[in-house]
């Protein structure tokens, strides 16, 4: 970008961002879409500015891309931006926990993004204190301890009694996950298909670490398993090996929510099995 028409920009940035106008976020939203790293920032800080007068919804969905800008002053502007907003932000907590732990980033926006998490969460904590919450199985309204412990549990409102219910169907289905475990990869992992074995020892003989079958990241409310978590390119690999009907309506909408999150996913499949770690190493280099 010309360096005039940047400074031009910059300043018009800064400018709706002090306007107290709720009718700039056009202009700013198209701001944020500017090549010049600076302009982005500046829009990202002035959406901020102009919470609780601007439409959340757009502003939040404008500013949660931001997060995985190139530039690392564009991502820690659009954290700082997008804990302004409170509650309404609920959707960029996953990409913030990312940000807050990854160990590629820059400490300030680890350190950011921990900060933004705590604002958006609080306000969520206080939002949901005020709301009406239901049983997602029998209807009935829930206590505001009821709703904490099942949300905290399972992401999902339920009352004590089917708390208990749902715990034990999740119980049972964990031990039986367990049980399928009963393939032995050569770093002494157990997984449950002759594919993920594969995909196991690729990746150790590569010596890249990672979590196999870690319910520990949350996707669009969705407590998820991914077959493997690579840290160090915080890169996800799920192995689809089944071809049921059902398991293909699981695997579509996995593959959908990871999208919707702009997650990096690498999709495997048993035709790899005969080239696995090629595969592996072919779509990982796009990470690397």
């Not at 879409?33 to 800080?45: E, G, T």
């Not at 119980?171 to 594919?195: C, H, M, P, Y």
């Not at 407590?223 to 695997?251: H, N, Q, S």
Request: charge should be positive; charged fraction near 30%.
């Amino acid at each position: 970008m010309d360096q005039k028409l940047e400074k031009q920009c910059r300043e018009r940035a800064v400018e709706l961002g002090n306007s107290g106008d709720p009718s700039v976020l056009p202009e700013l939203l198209e701001l944020t879409r500017s090549p010049a790293a600076n302009v982005r920032r500046l829009a990202a800080s002035a959406i901020g500015k102009l919470a609780g007068l601007v439409d959340a919804s757009s502003a939040v969905s404008a500013l949660v891309p931001m997060l995985r800008d190139a530039k690392p002053q564009v991502r820690q502007y659009a954290a700082r931006a997008l804990s302004a907003f409170g509650s309404s932000a609920k959707i960029a907590l996953s990409d913030l926990r990312d940000m807050a732990i990854s160990p590629v980033e820059m400490e300030y926006n680890n350190t950011g993004a921990k900060r933004a998490i705590g604002v958006i969460e609080e306000a969520c904590r206080i939002a949901e204190r005020q709301a009406v919450h239901c049983c997602q199985r029998c209807g009935v309204r829930l206590e505001h301890d009821e709703y904490v412990r099942s949300h905290k549990a399972f992401q999902r409102p339920f009352c004590n009694y089917c708390f208990d219910e749902v715990f034990i169907e999740r119980r049972n289905f964990e031990t039986k996950v367990e049980l399928q475990k009963n393939i032995r990869a050569n770093d002494g992992t157990w997984v449950q298909s002759e594919g993920e074995r594969l995909i196991c020892e690729a990746l150790d003989k590569e010596q890249i670490s990672y979590r196999y079958d870690e319910r520990f990241r949350i996707l669009d409310g969705y407590a998820i398993r991914p077959d493997f978590y690579l840290p160090e390119f915080d890169v996800y690999i799920e192995y689809w090996g089944m071809e049921t009907a059902d398991y293909k309506i699981g695997m579509l909408k996995k593959q959908q929510l990871y999208q919707q999150q702009g997650k990096r996913l690498i999709s495997l499949y048993p035709a790899d099995k005969s080239q696995m770690r090629a595969t592996v190493l072919g779509k990982l280099q796009k990470y690397r």
